[in-house]
Structures are given as structure tokens and as C-alpha cells.
């Protein structure tokens, strides 16, 4: 299934560049007339200069009822479907070139100053920069930067602006000064470095005292605790870890788990590039805008529905691992219970924490640091702000339901995924204690799965499905998408996933027992086929609404909403169970592929860090750029194998050897047959 997503998703792509032909009305020539939406000065050059001062600045276009120019520009923005507000425009300002422009004039027209219109932008800007100096310099300046801008917009559009400094930068900023939170997270880098190196090295020599010598020596688990621990950030041992072959029944049999994480993975990066394009400097806004008029837009725009496949397998395994281990039986006590749910839970948590904790201490410290240019504070200094003050809202798993003014909001999904880890492990636990209540709990559970997004839709007027606009991610944060805040992150609205994920396991530990051969047999090789066809069905079904506006409240909106992710989840449990039988041939032979292996346990990290590879390389942007759909291609490629390169790095420095210690501290030395390769292998499988 993700195979036949990806392979739509970048045709969608390559016919991006066809998008100018779609819209009869489109006229180039006129587009091209309105104001730039971004218009850089010479960053570097401005810089140059020791006392060059450069100053990034939003501006709101005034209106002028007896300009064309105007008309036109008030009419395109009107479209808030597809197109971009293009009288919001932003305008990088070499100071000194600002000053020397006006002072070579021969009259010079005092402009005065207006009041920015959009309050909650200002806003979000005043809690992000709240360096003193920026404070500081955008007093000083704004004076002058309002007049040189007011001065270009009458000299070349005849048109009059509002303008807000965001930030300014000089060339002493270049070198920031550090703060103990710089050095926190420093001085923990070096710490870890050290302590890998030590243990490295103690490692290599337990391997050179080790007899009879043995090529498996770090693919086998020291025998003591001690030596475990201290042997615990091996790099070569971890290394291993992320290579070897699996070893038990149960993770050869779900290696198709790997392609799906693998896939879903870089649907989630082509998705993100896309969306991040639209907040950085492009000279052909167009692009994206002649996009959003054609059919194969719903690919791309309910794409987002891809995520499930995550929560379907986080079910599937949380489900058939419990089951197996036989932690409550009908006479477990009501204590036991309670002692095996925060032992799960709490093991869990403190899997997930070190990765999440070290994302949060980067972007709050280095990232900023990593480059420089006229919009790379606009893309990081949030990050910085916010990973700093409302670090809180990932670490306790709850920035799903917070997700204004937070850092990383990809790790939606973690909150998400924690929450329904949570509910379900509560479930799993009354349905081995209480049998006959399953049939009435999963039943309960579907019902809630389907009436949840329904009513929700119905009640707070959204529209039937997410979709993005132009305008959503530009200023690098969710604006006006109610539908996204209710509708998208919120764990009672992706129930589906996990119960289905249920479903799953229960017929999984089933036909295993059972021995059922389905691999074959023409018509399940026929069903996995027709799920392929209900795939792009359900991708499509959404172009309707994201064309089209309809009155709201709406009963057939909120029953699109409602009925829409559930059949998704339905399609991905059916490639499940399918492949867990083993049919599906290319399809299935593809997603086993060794080479998946690897890559799917470094998922959770390049989940995690994607972001931060992103930024980084859309950052350094010096002026505008042109946008076509090969130029998009190979942004996506990049993004995905740097992310790989990352992740792999955090993975075998930081994940996997804090998951050692985890183990060593909360399992009993003889219980070793719980660290199998599903779990060895795999530190966060539900994480993504």
C-alpha cells in the first residue's frame, strides 16, 4: 500500500510543474506585475560591513481603491484556497543601503506609520523574538525602514505599506554569546562522546581477551549486568544491533513492517518539503498555487492519512507482544494489574524520553547556531524560543492537545501515539482479566472511532477532511485550521488505528496457530489488489472538498469525516492481515527487502530529526528561488538520505545505548528471552 502511495505522491510531484496550464483565468504576465512576495537584499553583503545591520520585515500591502494593481492583488488573495495573501509580503532591508537610498533624494516624503492589521501575527512575532537587542533595533529602525519601503512600493507599484520588523541582525551577532543552557547541552555531548569512547575501547578489549575468539562476540550479550552496562555504548556493539539479521519466528514474520515504516517514513518528508517550501523564499509562488487547482491535489493534500498506518502497526504490536508474554490472566489481582500497567508504561516512557529530550536540547541550542542568512532566524528562532519555555508540553507527551507555541510539532504524534498507547494498554489489561468484556469493549471502541470525528466536524463546523492552503505553514505555525487543531493531532479522533491494530494481532496470533496458508491463492492475490483500488479511491474522494466550500454545519461533511479515516485504516489492516499471510508477491517480496531493515529501525530518529535536516537545508537561502518539481525531487531525496545519515548517528550514539542501560536496570538478569530481536531491534516500534 505505501508503495502505491509513494509511487502517487511523486507523480503528483513531477506534475506539479504542469500546474500554470490548469486555471484558464491564469495570466502570467499580469501575475507578475503584483509586488514579489519575498525580495531580499544582499545578505552577506550588507553583513560585510562591520556596522551593516540587516533587518527582516513583514509587510501589509495598504489598499488603494483607484489602483488596478490593487484590485488585482485584493482579488487573487481572495482565494485563500489556492493562493497566497499576496498582500502579505516580507522584504529583507540592508539598513545602510536603506539610508543611503534616502538620503540620495533630492525631496524626501515623511511616510507615516500604520498600524499592522494582523494582531496575532504581531503577536506570535513578539513571543518569538524576544532577544532585547531585536527589541531594541526595531524601535531604532522602524522609522527608516518604513520610509525606504514606502518609498520602493510608491516608486514601482504606486501603491502605499504597513510594515513590522520581525528581527534585525548585525554583523556582531555572529558570534552568539552562551548561556548555561548552551553549556548544559555541550557539556552533556562531550560527556557522551567520552563515555562511548570508554566503553568502546573496553569493549574491544573484552573482544581481544575474549577465548576462543568468535565472530559473533558483539552480536551476543555480555554475560553479566556489569559488563552489559558498562559495554552499553559500544559503538561497534551497537552498530550490530542496527544491522544483523533478525533471529526470532515473530520478526521475520512482520518484516514487511519495515518496508511500511521505511515508505511511510518518506511520505512523511516528501509531505514536510512540500509544506516547508511554502514558507521559505520562492520566486514562482505560482507553482504551488496552480498546483492546488488540480485532481491529483487529494493525493497529496490527504496524504496525511498515512500516518495511521503507524498507529495500526503500534496496536498490532502492543497486542500481540502482551498477549505473548501472558502478563494477566483472569486471576491476576486488581493490583497486579495496576503494577503491570505502570510497568509497561513506565518502560515505555523512558524509552522514548532520552531521544526526545536530546531533539529538545538541540533545537533549543545549536540549531541556531548551524547557519545563517536573511530568513534563517524567521525558520529557527521559534525552535529556540519555545523548545526552551514549553519543553514540558513533549516531554510529558501532551503537545498534541497544546500544540500553539510549542517546539517540534512533529512530535504531535508521539503525544498522540502515548496517549493511545496509554488507553489501549488499559484495554488490553480488562480484556485478559475480564474475557467476556471484549466483545462489548472493541464494539464500544468502533462506535467511538466512527461518531468521534463526526460529530466533532459536525459541531465545530470544520470541514470534512484537513486539508493544506497556502497560507496554513507560512509563518511556521498552524494559522486558521481549526480543522487541523481538532481534527488531526487529538488521540480520541485516531482511535481507529490502534483498534484496528487490535483486530490485527488477535487474527495474526490466530492464523499462526492455526497454520493458514492464504499465500497463492488467487483471491486474496485479487483482494490485495482491490485494497490498492480502495487506497486511491479514498485519496481522491477528498478533491471535492478541498475545491469546493460548503455550508457549515453539514451533516454530509461530518459523515465523510467520520466514515473517511475509518475505511483508511480498514484498507491498512487489510494489507496487514494480507501480508501478515504472506500475499501480496512484489508487493509483499518488496516490503521484506533486507535492505529496509536497517533504515526501519532508525525510523523513530529520522522521524524525529527530519525537521531538523530540513531547516537546514532550506535555510541558508540568500534570495528567492526558483521552484520546479525536479528542483522539489531532489530537496526530498536529500532531505531523506541526510535524515538517514542522522538518525543512524543518534541511534547508535544515544538510542540504543540508553535503551541497554533501561534494560539493564529494569529486567532481571535471567530474562533475557524478553530482549528478542522485535524488541532489541526495534527500541521505539511504535514510535513511527
Not at 488573495?77 to 497566497?84: E, G, L
Request: charged letters at 20%.
Amino acid at each position: 500500500m505505501l508503495r502505491w502511495l509513494q509511487m502517487g505522491l511523486l507523480s503528483a510531484i513531477l506534475s506539479l510543474g504542469q500546474g500554470h496550464v490548469v486555471s484558464g483565468s491564469f495570466n502570467l504576465t499580469l501575475y507578475r506585475q503584483m509586488p514579489p512576495l519575498y525580495y531580499l537584499d544582499d545578505y552577506d553583503l550588507c553583513l560585510d560591513n562591520h556596522s551593516g545591520t540587516y533587518c527582516l520585515v513583514y509587510v501589509e500591502i495598504l489598499p488603494n481603491a483607484s489602483s488596478a494593481l490593487w484590485h488585482q492583488i485584493d482579488q487573487v488573495s481572495q482565494d485563500s484556497k489556492h493562493r497566497f495573501r499576496h498582500d502579505r509580503v516580507f522584504r529583507g532591508v540592508c539598513l545602510e543601503s536603506c539610508k543611503q537610498s534616502i538620503n540620495d533624494l533630492s525631496e524626501f516624503t515623511e511616510y507615516e506609520e500604520e498600524e499592522i492589521l494582523d494582531k496575532e501575527l504581531i503577536s506570535y512575532y513578539n513571543k518569538v523574538h524576544r532577544r532585547e537587542s531585536n527589541s531594541d533595533r526595531a524601535l531604532l529602525y522602524k522609522e527608516v525602514v518604513n520610509s525606504c519601503l514606502n518609498y520602493n512600493f510608491g516608486e514601482k507599484f504606486s501603491l502605499r505599506s504597513r510594515n513590522h520588523i520581525e528581527y534585525c541582525v548585525s554583523a556582531s551577532d555572529m558570534d552568539l554569546k552562551l548561556d548555561l543552557l548552551d553549556l548544559t547541552f555541550y557539556g552533556i555531548l562531550v560527556l557522551i562522546i567520552i563515555i562511548t569512547l570508554c566503553s568502546s575501547l573496553l569493549d574491544y578489549r573484552l573482544s581481544q581477551m575474549n577465548s576462543p575468539k568468535t565472530e559473533n562476540f558483539y552480536r551476543e550479550p555480555p554475560k553479566s549486568r556489569r559488563k552489559r552496562l558498562l559495554t552499553s555504548f559500544s559503538v561497534l556493539r551497537n552498530y550490530h544491533r542496527l544491522v544483523e539479521p533478525y533471529n526470532s519466528d515473530f520478526s521475520r514474520e512482520v518484516s514487511f513492517f519495515d518496508g511500511f515504516r521505511v515508505i511511510g517514513v518518506f511520505v512523511v518528508i516528501l509531505g514536510h518539503t512540500l509544506m516547508v517550501f511554502m514558507t521559505v523564499p520562492i520566486e514562482n509562488p505560482e507553482f504551488f498555487e496552480q498546483f492546488l487547482f488540480r485532481f491529483e491535489t487529494s493525493v497529496f493534500q490527504n496524504g496525511s492519512l498515512v500516518i495511521q498506518i503507524f498507529f495500526v502497526i503500534s496496536g498490532f504490536l502492543l497486542y500481540v507482544k502482551f498477549t505473548k508474554r501472558q502478563l494477566i490472566q483472569p486471576k491476576t489481582s486488581m493490583l497486579e494489574c495496576i503494577a503491570v500497567y505502570f510497568r509497561v508504561f513506565l518502560y515505555r516512557y523512558f524509552r522514548l524520553l532520552p531521544s526526545l529530550l536530546a531533539l529538545i536540547l538541540f533545537n533549543g541550542t545549536l540549531l541556531v547556531r548551524l547557519q545563517n542568512g536573511p530568513f534563517w532566524l524567521h525558520l529557527t528562532e521559534a525552535e529556540r524560543v519555545f523548545c526552551r519555555s514549553n519543553w514540558w508540553k513533549n516531554v510529558f507527551f501532551v503537545a498534541n492537545h497544546m500544540l500553539e507555541d510549542s517546539c517540534s510539532h512533529q512530535t504531535w504524534y508521539l503525544g498522540a501515539d502515548m496517549q493511545l498507547f496509554e488507553l489501549f494498554l488499559i484495554v488490553i489489561i480488562i480484556t485478559k482479566k475480564h474475557p467476556k468484556w471484549t466483545r462489548a469493549i472493541y464494539t464500544t471502541l468502533l462506535s467511538l472511532a466512527l461518531a468521534v470525528p463526526a460529530v466533532v466536524t459536525y459541531v465545530l463546523e470544520l470541514d470534512g477532511i484537513y486539508h493544506i492552503r497556502p497560507e496554513t505553514y507560512r509563518y511556521l505555525y498552524f494559522r486558521h485550521s481549526d480543522t487541523f487543531y481538532q481534527m488531526y493531532p487529538p488521540f480520541y479522533t485516531n482511535l481507529g488505528g490502534y483498534l484496528f491494530g487490535f483486530l490485527c494481532g488477535h487474527f495474526y496470533l490466530r492464523q499462526r496457530s492455526g497454520k493458514v496458508e492464504l499465500r497463492g491463492q488467487r483471491k486474496y492475490e485479487l483482494a490485495m489488489w482491490l485494497l490498492v483500488l480502495a487506497t486511491l479511491a479514498v485519496l481522491f474522494s477528498g478533491y471535492i472538498f478541498i475545491r469546493q466550500d460548503f455550508a457549515k454545519p453539514s451533516l454530509w461533511l461530518a459523515l465523510y469525516a467520520g466514515i473517511h479515516k475509518i475505511l483508511w485504516v480498514l484498507i491498512c489492516a487489510g494489507f496487514v492481515i494480507l501480508m501478515c499471510c504472506k500475499v501480496g508477491g512484489m508487493a509483499y517480496d518488496f516490503c521484506t527487502l533486507p535492505v529496509f531493515r536497517p533504515l526501519a529501525r532508525i525510523s523513530f530518529q529520522s522521524f524525529l530529526w527530519h525537521i531538523v535536516v530540513l531547516r537546514t537545508v532550506v535555510g541558508y537561502f540568500r534570495q528567492p528561488v526558483y521552484v520546479s518539481s525536479f528542483y522539489l525531487l531532489c530537496n526530498v531525496l536529500s532531505v531523506f538520505m541526510l535524515t538517514q545519515f542522522v538518525a543512524a548517528l543518534v541511534a547508535v550514539l544515544l538510542e540504543y545505548p540508553f535503551l541497554e542501560v533501561l534494560r539493564c536496570l529494569t529486567k532481571p538478569e535471567k530474562a533475557r528471552e524478553e530482549v528478542g530481536p522485535e524488541i532489541q531491534m526495534r527500541p521505539a516500534p511504535s514510535a513511527v
